[in-house]
């Protein structure tokens, strides 16, 4: 197996259905190198059983499942775990971001070489958002000493050697900041691809839900950069 691609799932089973077509069309003809695994990140909606009914029909697909919900990250973590890719990596269960950029992202890492870090860029978002995504880009790349734009863009693909050298990653959002910023570390070279980011059509956020949960989340960030810059997390 060249690749796989993580996807937590928490909550998702109206997008669960319409993310397993739009895999199949994305990945057709490359369903031997690529695996798509769903983890059921501790869902209390039926995600689960939406998985078990459709996945004999995806044989590209498989999932693992999280009992109780311990965060995003922990959630990837469990996947890539589970992961048999030569690469690894992860994207959203929303479909905020199309199936069909996983085979352009598996494409620049062949393109790229091993030592490779494939994230996306997103574009067509509010405008809203663009500005809070880059003023926090702008803390963490001089907090930190290295350029960290668009942090939460998807999707993400690396060498599974690089994931297997992580130490103490975070089990929540912060992943995609870990990540980042130990690929610029282990000087991996940073190819991005511009993905069209949409809204949800189905379910919500469970984090960007107004200006308090932004507070938490940028109150979480900034705990989570001074742990990193001080090295207690590698």
Not at 31 to 52: A, K, Q
Not at 78 to 104: C, E, S
Not at 190 to 208: A, D, I, K, M
């Amino acid at each position: 197996m060249d690749f796989s691609v993580v996807i937590p799932c928490y909550n998702e089973k109206e997008n669960i259905p319409m993310l397993l077509d739009g895999f199949a069309r994305a990945l057709q003809g490359k369903e031997d190198w690529v695996e798509v695994i769903l983890v059921d990140n501790g869902s209390t909606d039926g995600s689960g059983e939406v998985l078990d009914k459709l996945l004999p029909g995806y044989p590209f697909a498989r999932t693992v499942r999280v009992e109780i919900n311990q965060g995003y990250g922990y959630g990837i973590l469990r996947g890539l775990q589970a992961a048999k890719g030569n690469y690894v990596g992860w994207t959203h269960a929303d479909l905020q971001t199309d199936p069909a950029d996983i085979p352009k992202a598996c494409q620049l890492i062949k393109e790229g070489g091993e030592a490779c870090y494939v994230k996306g860029k997103r574009i067509g978002r509010p405008w809203s958002d663009v500005f809070f995504t880059k003023g926090m880009g702008l803390f963490e790349t001089i907090f930190l000493g290295c350029p960290l734009q668009d942090i939460n863009a998807q999707p993400n693909f690396f060498p599974r050697e690089f994931y297997e050298s992580w130490e103490n990653p975070p089990y929540d959002f912060s992943l995609d900041l870990y990540a980042y910023y130990m690929a610029q570390k282990k000087e991996l070279k940073l190819c991005r691809f511009p993905v069209e980011f949409t809204r949800r059509l189905y379910g919500s956020s469970h984090w960007n839900t107004g200006l308090v949960s932004k507070w938490k989340f940028i109150k979480r960030t900034v705990d989570f950069s001074v742990r990193l810059k001080k090295g207690g997390i590698r």
